[in-house]
């Protein structure tokens, strides 16, 4: 062992015994199970119970495992606990008195307390528990999967953080919130390079493109299916499952060998899990276990103490931004900061762990998504040190990562990547005092009924698709959860959060809808339902005469996009005309300012069978790059402007890519790939 490991160590072990005392002294007063005859023998009853764990932890580990998963966090809990009360036995006969317990149920309190309390005041005091992660969970983990083979050949580890930007990573790395990544860089073991998301800049169209080779027919976020007469949600499971079988070939970037981990698509892999398509696949279901052991006397407290700090630390951050009067912000609720909560602490946390695991077990190729930094950027914003404090742990998660790699059952490659960025400004309504659907509906002829989907709804998304995966694990966990809040949904069809309701008038979603109105971010999507096909320029002009015109009266807006009679895209502009299929414009340039890849984006989003009548964006302040999202999000992605197009991808330095611009996620699936097959191919 190196030597800093062992001043670690020591520190650590120093720093376990003083919150050993505290959680003693706190319990004392509160249990009355637990007596306390004075301040010396609690010193050291709490030095045998730190030497005692990090002793039996590993065989307590092992006899739990060898039971059922769902029993393994009870057995484990119930032998800590009774390790608990023959450690105090154990200093009463060796004369040390003044410490009693009584009852099983007091020493596993005292258990949940011992990690509760270290978690806590590690994070008061910005203190890492590497030395106590390291030997209750990942040490463990290692002896768990000691039998797994050693394999030559290397694997790789695809890192996805939803939503940073290529410049925002830069100003993160420089100010010293992602030290493993700067390291890398300043070393020269890894490389740094930007590539250019399609239309829409969010995660269902750029998963699909990154992990299955094909994106086509994904507008948005959310979009108005008019062949199936109803509105599609990325962050629904059952969407997600009709666009992997729509879009699958068989051999996208996971195929074969690989595992996807906390994904919209699966990349089709045979291993997959917490993936919104493949919810209710057992047959892909091969780590399911995973979850059961992550609920181990270490982890869960801990998960559980980070998860109730991190609602703390959202509504001090929250009061402190208003009390700065910082703009542009976003009301930040109660709700939310659950919701971010288990974003940025469980589903990190559930992560390392499953990584870990499956470093161990010599899985070829893993892809996994972190959505802690999107989540919080979106409320926060995309630069603020809320955000980057997420990816300060999100760093943390990596270097665990990075040390167990050298006692892997392979050698592994680390890739860490985005699927899109995101674009800060104040919201169309504060900035224009109204909200799309309510602009549209003030031009249109009174009496029609506009139906509108603008609100954040993806927050709830993971939280649902934790639920969902947990419910399928075996069946009476399934039956728990589905007595809980399933109430007799099918497997992927439990849904907790918000329902989705119309923002001015509160009806719900209806196909019987005169107008639909649907964001994702400041990309706006006007549909017609009445209309089978979509509406050409010509009709939309005749049948709501004021609407396109005072759409793009509203300073907020920038351009629209509708197709004309004879098929051609059109993007109107206040001053300006651009013909898609020209590449030409009159007056002034309406794509000015979008970048320069925006009429070919534009034109393939037009050629979709789900694009709608009219394409909406807002305007976007070229200098700033600010824009204005037609949801309630300060930073926001789906559309073009801004840094939201600009995700980025760091890899090994021995790897190539392109010299030429990768424009779409189908172009990097296809650099991916090759990363894939020249690593397969490098192998002894």
């Not at 807002?618 to 789906?638: I, N, P, W, Y």
Request: glycine share 8%.
């Amino acid at each position: 062992m190196a030597v800093d490991q062992v001043q670690r160590l020591l520190r650590w072990t120093g720093f376990a015994v003083v919150t050993q005392v505290l959680v003693l002294l706190l319990f004392a007063w509160t249990l009355p199970g637990l007596i306390i005859g004075g301040p010396l023998p609690v010193v050291i009853v709490a030095c045998l119970i730190v030497s005692g764990q990090a002793l039996t932890w590993p065989f307590i580990y092992r006899i739990a495992a060898r039971f059922h998963p769902l029993l393994f966090p009870l057995l484990s809990f119930v032998l800590s606990g009774l390790f608990m009360l023959w450690m105090i036995n154990l200093a009463d006969d060796l004369g040390i008195r003044g410490v009693r317990i009584r009852g099983i149920g007091t020493a596993v309190m005292i258990v949940l307390g011992f990690t509760a309390g270290s978690t806590l005041i590690s994070a008061i005091f910005s203190l890492r528990d590497l030395p106590a992660y390291e030997w209750f969970v990942t040490r463990p983990l290692r002896r768990k999967y000691g039998g797994t083979p050693q394999d030559a050949a290397p694997g790789m580890l695809f890192l996805e953080i939803d939503g940073l930007a290529t410049p925002i990573l830069r100003r993160a790395i420089d100010a010293g919130y992602m030290p493993t990544l700067k390291r890398w860089l300043d070393t020269g073991s890894h490389r740094l390079s930007s590539w250019e998301t399609d239309l829409s800049s969010q995660t269902s169209a750029s998963q699909a493109g990154i992990l299955l080779g094909n994106n086509h027919d994904i507008p948005a976020f959310r979009w108005y299916d008019k062949s199936a007469g109803t509105v599609m949600a990325s962050s629904k499971i059952s969407t997600a499952r009709v666009l992997e079988d729509q879009l699958s070939t068989g051999h996208g970037l996971l195929a074969t060998e690989g595992a996807s981990r906390w994904n919209v698509f699966s990349g089709d892999a045979p291993d997959s899990l917490l993936t919104y398509s493949t919810i209710g696949d057992g047959s892909r279901a091969k780590s399911g276990q995973y979850l059961a052991y992550f609920l181990n006397p270490y982890t869960l407290p801990r998960s559980l103490t980070l998860f109730g700090g991190d609602i703390v630390r959202e509504r001090w951050q929250a009061w402190r931004q208003r009390r700065r009067n910082e703009r542009p912000r976003i009301q930040r609720t109660l709700k939310y900061a659950v919701v971010r909560a288990a974003t940025t602490t469980v589903m990190v946390e559930a992560s390392r762990f499953m990584l870990l695991a499956d470093m161990f077990r010599g899985v070829p190729v893993v892809y996994t998504t972190f959505f802690a930094y999107d989540e919080v950027a979106h409320h926060s914003g995309i630069d603020r040190p809320d955000a980057f404090k997420v990816l300060r742990v999100i760093d943390d998660t990596i270097a665990t990562l990075e040390r167990a790699a050298s006692s892997a059952a392979r050698p592994y490659h680390f890739v860490v990547l985005s699927d899109h960025g995101q674009s800060m400004g104040p919201t169309f309504r504060q900035q224009t005092g109204m909200t799309l659907a309510e602009l549209v509906t003030s031009l249109v002829t009174p009496g029609t009924q506009v139906i509108a989907d603008l609100r954040a709804n993806e927050d709830w998304a993971h939280i649902n698709l934790l639920l969902n995966e947990v419910a399928q694990q075996d069946r009476p966990s399934a039956r728990i959860v589905q007595r809980t809040v399933g109430k007799g949904a099918g497997p992927g069809d439990i849904e907790v959060g918000p329902t989705r309701t119309d923002s001015a008038t509160g009806a719900t979603m209806s196909p019987e809808s005169d107008v639909v109105v649907l964001a994702s971010g400041n990309l706006g999507l006007i549909s017609f339902p009445h209309w089978s096909s979509r509406m050409t320029y010509e009709k939309i002009l005749t049948q709501f005469p004021d609407l396109v015109a005072g759409l793009l009266e509203n300073a907020a807006i920038g351009c629209l996009m509708v197709q004309s009679a004879s098929g051609d895209g059109l993007v109107l502009g206040r001053h300006g005309v651009y013909y898609l299929e020209t590449d030409t414009f009159t007056g002034e340039n309406p794509l000015a300012g979008y970048g320069a890849h925006a009429a070919q984006h534009l034109r393939r989003t037009n050629q979709f069978a789900n694009a709608p009548d009219i394409l909406v964006l807002s305007a976007v302040d070229e200098a700033t790059g600010a824009v204005f999202a037609f949801e309630e999000l300060v930073g926001s992605h789906g559309g073009l402007g801004g840094t939201q197009v600009e995700p980025f991808v760091m890899y090994p330095a021995g790897l190539s890519f392109p010299d030429e611009p990768v424009i779409g996620a189908e172009a990097l699936h296809r650099v991916l790939k090759e990363w894939v097959a020249a690593i397969r191919e490098a192998a002894p």
